[in-house]
T-cell receptor
Framework: GQQLNQSPQSMFIQEGEDVSMNCTSSSIFNTWLWYKQEPGEGPVLLIALYKAGELTSNGRLTAQFGITRKDSFLNISASIPSDVGIYFCAGQLTGTASKLTFGTGTRLQVTL | EPEVTQTPSHQVTQMGQEVILRCVPISNHLYFYWYRQILGQKVEFLVSFYNNEISEKSEIFDDQFSVERPDGSNFTLKIRSTKLEDSAMYFC?????????????FGEGSRLTVL
């Protein structure tokens, strides 16, 4: 099946630093999404990307849909303590009912 | 803000027992999903449901699993005879048919512990 690998697996950064994480796939996706999961909660959508090459921002978050459709990155600028959580990329193939395939996750810890 | 709600938040059961996890999707959504997340691992797709039938299911979703939308608001996941390896967080999600954005709204999850 499709595999989405994220790197790094975990990051420990200081408040105010910028963060970059990426996601690579063994196959093509039509839509890429980035979710954040906090302890005891379900994933929450951060950014959705629909076109190869697309660069989208949401506040301090910026994500890009790779030209090959097999990768994506997420950047967080000027990190704050509430950025702590696990960040998952997810790919979707086609159609409104199509399942999401989630990546392996990047755990982010922010220290003061 | 509309949200997906799940009950129970945590269920402990003995191996071999039947479990039903309940979800109330967002009211105008038409596509429903169950995902699971084993502790410390990624979120995995189980099943999608549309128009009162299963649209797609994963290899995890074997004969022990079933889904139902019994009354037009609830969406349930039943595990007939639980195994130790069924211990996980189970997330319900829903999506609007009108907006093909790929955005799934997830509930907070039901933690299942099988002893």
């Amino acid at each position: 099946g499709q595999q989405l690998n994220q790197s790094p697996q975990s990051m420990f950064i200081q408040e105010g630093e910028d963060v970059s994480m990426n996601c690579t796939s063994s196959s093509i996706f039509n839509t890429w999404l980035w979710y954040k999961q906090e302890p005891g909660e379900g994933p929450v959508l951060l950014i959705a990307l629909y076109k190869a090459g697309e660069l989208t921002s949401n506040g301090r978050l910026t994500a890009q849909f790779g030209i090959t459709r097999k990768d994506s990155f997420l950047n967080i600028s000027a990190s704050i303590p509430s950025d702590v959580g696990i960040y998952f990329c997810a790919g979707q193939l086609t159609g409104t009912a199509s399942k999401l395939t989630f990546g392996t996750g990047t755990r982010l810890q922010v220290t003061l | 803000e509309p949200e997906v709600t799940q009950t129970p938040s945590h269920q402990v059961t003995q191996m071999g027992q039947e479990v039903i996890l309940r979800c109330v999707p967002i009211s105008n959504h038409l596509y429903f999903y169950w995902y699971r997340q084993i502790l410390g691992q990624k979120v995995e797709f189980l099943v999608s449901f549309y128009n009162n039938e299963i649209s797609e299911k994963s290899e995890i979703f074997d004969d022990q699993f079933s889904v139902e939308r019994p009354d037009g608001s609830n969406f349930t996941l039943k595990i007939r005879s639980t195994k130790l390896e069924d211990s996980a967080m189970y997330f319900c999600a829903s999506k609007s048919f009108l907006i093909d954005t790929g955005e799934l709204f997830f509930g907070e999850g039901s933690r299942l512990t099988v002893l």
